[in-house]
């Protein structure tokens, strides 16, 4: 127990209470303390909602506060927060699971808790918006192999991205065996003319061995018009002179001067990009509102004024295991060849619900709150005595109008939770249950490689995030709860600000993130004490942590990774700082300097986990303050 808390206790024992402490403390924690306020009929009030029914209590009796749900004290006595009287808490045998929340009529009727039945409803055509990359056609993609095999003495084409017509030279090769024939073919046709005069079955004789040695020229790749050439001249060449087939442009040479080829062997790949492959990914929930043939307008960010048209031609029957997506094939016509393999596409694809098919499920949009791709509704449960809830974990798919459809996790005619679920959420946080904060994001499963594909410009875009939350931590170490409070604003509307629109790994992680940092930014600001807001704190730091890891450091300074192992009873924190010394958020003055730094992140560089054991860190500057933790 620190001291800040010891004479908070000691002078509510001693002394009347603040009424101002009170009125404050109704004004802004009033709906989470209803949640478990069980049985009582009106709401507390200093002078006697606290006062003991029973002095003579069941031993197994657990003691709570109002006002403060998160105590639980085997004994009566003190709020050892605010320093009013315990009130019991119901039986044990009633005590909720990690995932329900159960209330009194009265709690429900002031949180003003509202539920919506889930139906089937027919939903309207929506524009369906995708990421993806412009990939090569495959069926244009052409080898240029040696038709013999030899030196390979001259490169024609001697760099990637070189456009090609069908039938120029590519490459020359010295090779032994269009030597040999076409020394065959010239003295075969030498024999001819010799023979003009002669017995006609010779004279067939001598034309059957030049026809062979045509042949066998034309075995080794000697075209016809090759042949021609090769038949009027003196003597016979070294040289073979390989040609292309294919119109296009030379994506990868394999071929170097110098070095022997046999026959067959792969010289170039050549690309026809009159028409490309747009590569949509689309999730699950996607898939139902796609099919073959639907229209899709492409937008390229370097040609952000031009709209390119295709349709969807393939389907991948499987997801992706990893990242939970379908490949979505659409074919655009690239006749000026400014579509280039490899750029990222934003993709829009009108949506359609089939004629005949069953009506989805839909429950209203202020129902789900989301954690990443995964999202959590209170299901009301219908056969409780008391009004009970239980957080559940759903699939949507894409929004149409002020209504998800629903993939999987209800069922017909279930109530949920439509008015009031940030506040059964909050008393699930507050009491350590299963709450949305505390529900793992799947979106942080997608990608094994950590650190994404940022560059420096998008980094930067995160800077003011970071330095509100920083300013959140420098405050609550301060134990000044209203600037804290007015930093989480700020970092709300910077989380909101910025967008990342480049690589598209990046913005699928940024898109899903901002989310968590946005929905605690405004838990924090709601947050009735400076107890219950370092609690928020503690997930938000961990949102902030990832940051570093998957985007990097995106200040002009360092920013240190910081660990308290007292904080919560014990259990443990992380937080993120700037200062070279420990400065403690979770206990402020009471112990600002329990902790430890155990990691720096310089500029520009990312927070490295246990898994990047290739990569290397910049060493903490500061490990724990002299004499060890100042408890």
């Known amino acids: 127990m620190t001291t800040q808390i010891r004479t908070w206790i000691k002078n509510s024992r001693t002394g009347p209470i603040?009424?101002?402490?009170?009125?404050?403390?109704?004004?802004?924690?009033?709906?989470?303390?209803?949640?478990?306020?069980g049985g009582q009929s009106s709401p507390p009030k200093h002078s006697d909602a606290h006062a003991h029914t029973d002095g003579n209590a069941k031993k197994d009796t657990i003691w709570t506060c109002s006002m403060h749900p998160q105590i639980r004290q085997p004994n009566p006595g003190k709020c050892p927060i605010c320093g009013m009287d315990l009130i019991p808490l119901a039986d044990d045998g009633d005590k909720p699971g990690p995932r329900t929340v159960v209330m009194s009529e009265r709690a429900k009727l002031l949180a003003q808790i509202g539920t919506t039945e889930v139906r089937r409803r027919k939903m309207a055509a929506t524009d369906l918006r995708l990421l993806g990359r412009i990939e090569p056609n495959e069926t244009a993609v052409k080898n240029v192999t040696a038709?013999?095999?030899?030196?390979?003495?001259?490169?024609?084409?001697?760099?990637?991205?070189?456009?090609?017509?069908?039938?120029?030279?590519?490459a020359t090769l010295y090779s032994p065996e269009v030597f040999s024939a076409h020394q065959d073919l010239l003295v075969a046709k030498k024999q001819v003319e010799k023979m003009k005069d002669g017995t006609e079955s010779a004279l067939n004789a001598v034309k059957r061995a030049l026809e062979a040695s045509r042949t066998r020229l034309r075995l080794l790749g000697v075209d016809e018009n090759e042949l021609s050439n090769l038949e009027q001249q003196d003597k016979p060449t070294t040289k073979a002179a390989i040609r292309t087939p294919f119109a296009g442009t030379v994506t990868e040479r394999v071929a170097t001067e110098g070095a022997y080829v046999s026959t067959g062997a792969l010289l170039y790949r050549v690309v026809n990009?009159?028409?490309?492959?747009?590569?949509?990914?689309?999730?699950?929930?996607?898939?139902?509102?796609?099919?073959?043939?639907?229209?899709?307008?492409?937008?390229?960010?370097?040609?952000?004024?031009?709209?390119?048209?295709?349709?969807?031609?393939?389907?991948d029957p499987t997801l992706d295991p990893a990242r939970r997506v379908a490949r979505v094939r659409v074919e655009v016509k690239n006749r000026d060849g400014r579509l280039r393999p490899g750029m990222f596409v934003e993709a829009e694809v009108k949506s359609s619900i089939k004629d005949g098919a069953k009506p989805p499920l839909v429950i209203p949009e202020t129902a789900p709150l989301f954690t990443g791709h995964r999202a959590i509704v209170f299901v009301e449960d219908v056969k409780a005595t008391r009004p009970t809830y239980l957080a559940r974990t759903v699939r949507l798919g894409l929004k149409s109008g002020n209504e998800y459809p629903v993939?999987?996790?209800?069922?017909?005619?279930?109530?949920?939770?439509?008015?009031?679920?940030?506040?059964?959420?909050?008393?699930?946080?507050?009491?350590?249950?299963e709450s949305m904060m505390t529900e793992p994001d799947d979106s942080r499963h997608e990608d094994t490689d950590r650190i994404l594909p940022v560059t420096t410009l998008e980094q930067k875009k995160t800077g003011p995030v970071?330095?509100?939350?920083l300013e959140i931590q420098?405050?609550?170490?301060?134990?000044?709860?209203?600037?804290?409070?007015?930093?989480?604003?700020?970092?709300?509307?910077?989380?909101?600000?910025?967008?990342?629109?480049?690589?598209?790994?990046?913005?699928?992680?940024?898109?899903?993130?901002?989310?968590?940092?946005?929905?605690?930014?405004?838990s924090f600001s709601a947050a009735a004490s400076i107890e219950q807001a370092r609690g928020v704190f503690e997930t938000l730091s961990n949102q902030m942590i990832v940051l570093l890891e998957r985007i990097g450091n995106p200040l002009d300074t360092s920013v240190r990774l910081t660990f308290c192992p007292m904080a919560f009873g014990s259990k443990g924190a992380h937080w993120l700082q700037p200062a070279e010394v420990v400065d403690n958020p979770y206990y402020g003055n009471a112990m600002r300097?329990?902790?430890?730094?155990?990691?720096?992140?310089?500029?520009?560089?990312?927070?490295?986990?246990?898994?990047?054991?290739?990569?290397?860190?910049?060493?903490?500057?500061?490990?724990?303050p002299a004499g060890g933790h100042n408890h």
């Open 407 to 433: 993939i999987a996790g209800l069922s017909e005619g279930e109530r949920v939770v439509t008015k009031g679920a940030f506040t059964l959420d909050a008393d699930l946080q507050i009491r350590g249950g």
């Open 593 to 624: 300097t329990c902790g430890e730094i155990q990691k720096t992140i310089d500029a520009g560089t990312h927070l490295l986990t246990e898994r990047d054991t290739s990569k290397t860190m910049a060493p903490a500057t500061q490990t724990a």
């Open 18 to 37: 603040d009424p101002v402490i009170v009125l404050f403390t109704l004004g802004v924690g009033f709906a989470a303390g209803l949640l478990l306020a």
């Open 474 to 522: 420098k405050q609550l170490a301060a134990d000044d709860f209203n600037k804290a409070k007015t930093a989480s604003a700020v970092l709300e509307k910077a989380a909101k600000k910025v967008q990342l629109t480049g690589a598209q790994a990046v913005s699928e992680f940024w898109n899903a993130h901002r989310k968590h940092i946005i929905m605690q930014a405004k």
């Open 466 to 469: 970071m330095t509100a939350y």
């Open 273 to 315: 990009l009159s028409s490309v492959w747009v590569q949509l990914d689309a999730y699950e929930s996607d898939l139902p509102s796609l099919s073959k043939g639907q229209e899709v307008e492409i937008q390229v960010e370097g040609l952000a004024n031009e709209v390119f048209k295709g349709a969807i031609t393939f389907i």
């Open 147 to 170: 038709w013999t095999g030899g030196r390979i003495d001259h490169l024609h084409v001697k760099v990637t991205g070189q456009s090609v017509r069908a039938g120029q030279v590519v």
